[in-house]
């Protein structure tokens, strides 16, 4: 809101725009708004005040869409206005207004719809070509541009979860030559249980087809992307069974854990 709060609101004493509600209390500020509503931020505020000159050049140019559970409760304003032009009078102008239904949310993404509204943009589109000259090829482009975003509803492989192991099956399939494939992610990538492993890289390994596993790892991340920076890892075994324990490494895996853990810089120490 603190952008609305530079354009519409006024300046405090402080030289900052004055919020028009309280961050913490929640309490609105009714001089704030009364400012707000002066400077033109109630559309239907200005309508009200300036019907009898302006409405002429309205008629049939005004289309209004929203969610019917917009995240800044902008449909609530919305009917508001609706009911204005609904009675306005002298004169009276056609208006169109389209509501999300059920449960859509802000730019119309919700339950039920595309993350990207295809609908309404074709909806905005077929209006600019038909109210402006130069328009359609413009539009056509704007349509052609949703639909090329739009998300599939059929692939070849869905992979389920984008953390580490997700996002390994779909790059390694990709990788493959694999092209209708999707992998779906609930939050943000790795934003589950891989996170906590963030940072953490396991150099060794008493089985062998994790130690071929990780050594095809330490290989594969410097290549893959930029984030990876292998740092030298030291571990002290002063006890017999450890020291016994991390000679038998090497011989168990075939020698796979020996080369790639001097890869990932580690090292390990048995003191005597």
């Not at 809101?1 to 030289?15: C, H, I, R």
């Not at 295809?118 to 038909?130: M, N, Y």
Request: hydrophobic share 40%; glycine share 10%; aromatic share 10%.
């Amino acid at each position: 809101m603190d952008n609305y709060d530079a354009l519409y609101g006024p300046v405090g004493s402080d030289g900052y725009p004055v919020p028009v509600w309280n961050h913490r209390s929640g309490d609105i500020d009714p001089k704030v708004v009364a400012y707000w509503r002066a400077n033109g931020a109630d559309l239907r505020a200005y309508l009200e005040a300036n019907w009898p000159r302006i409405a002429p050049a309205l008629n049939g140019k005004l289309h209004f869409a929203v969610g019917e559970m917009d995240n800044y409760f902008l449909n609530c304003g919305l009917y508001l206005l609706q009911d204005f032009l609904e009675h306005a009078r002298d004169p009276a102008i056609s208006a169109s207004f389209k509501y999300g239904r059920p449960m859509v949310g802000h730019s119309f993404v919700g339950v039920g719809y595309d993350p990207f509204p295809i609908g309404l943009l074709e909806d905005i589109a077929a209006t600019i070509a038909k109210h402006h000259r130069r328009a359609p090829i413009r539009a056509g482009l704007l349509v052609e541009f949703a639909r090329s975003t739009r998300m599939k509803t059929s692939v070849r492989v869905l992979v389920i979860g984008g953390g580490v192991v997700g996002c390994s099956v779909i790059y390694h399939l990709t990788k493959l030559g694999w092209s209708d494939v999707a992998l779906c992610e609930r939050k943000e990538l790795t934003s589950g249980s891989s996170w906590h492993a963030a940072g953490l890289f396991h150099a060794l390994n008493t089985d062998a087809a994790m130690c071929r596993l990780q050594a095809y790892t330490v290989a594969l991340l410097p290549g893959a992307g930029k984030n990876f920076r292998p740092i030298d890892r030291s571990s002290l075994h002063g006890r017999p069974q450890r020291r016994r324990h991390r000679r038998a490494l090497g011989p168990v895996a075939g020698g796979q854990c020996t080369a790639q853990s001097t890869r990932a810089g580690h090292r390990t120490h048995l003191a005597r």
